[in-house]
């Protein structure tokens, strides 16, 4: 990645993560590790928290865009509670998920991204979750011969009233895609 786009690209994340309550705490992290050290994850991660900041000082946030850490945090928010500069860790993997999913920048390996795209798309349209839809989506993106494997699974709990096969709107929808619409704007400016 050349530097001008390595730039714009820590910059976008930063800008994203200063709007975070306590977000700007990121500026004072010492690198003493107290992150990974809690993280339950952080040993498989191919870079640990404590290096994403070390990444991102260094200019090479894509890496571990491409790495396999954003898509291994748990959510615990061991980092978050435990960090002395008061950095909220767990917010900030979100916002990597975030910028990884619209910038292509993930692992080619991973499935979770394709996962988490196809879940925005249908909550984009419906205003909530519709998990046939959802599977579809993923599978058609993914393995569509997987998918043909689950039908028993899926006919299953359609007949037993555990999944809904037609999607369900909710209502206000216009409403809802305006909210969307007014906080992407806010993020884009
Ligand atoms: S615990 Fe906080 S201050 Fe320490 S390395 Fe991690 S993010 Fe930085
Ligand atoms: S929130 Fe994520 S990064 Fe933080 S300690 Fe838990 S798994 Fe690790």
Redesign the pocket.
Known sequence: MANTEAARLSSEFLRHVYELPQGKSIDKCIQCGT??A?????SA?EYG?REIIAALRAGVLEKVLKSNTVW?????????VRCPAKIP??DV?YELKRLGVKHNLYPPDTTNAVMARAFTEVVDKHGRNAETTLLQKYYLRTNMFKMFGQMNLVRKLITRGRLEFLPHTIKGIEGFRKMVAAIEKNGET
């Open positions: 992150c990974s809690s993280c339950p994850t952080s991660m928290p291994l945090c748990a959510s615990c928010y061991s980092c978050s860790f767990t993997m």
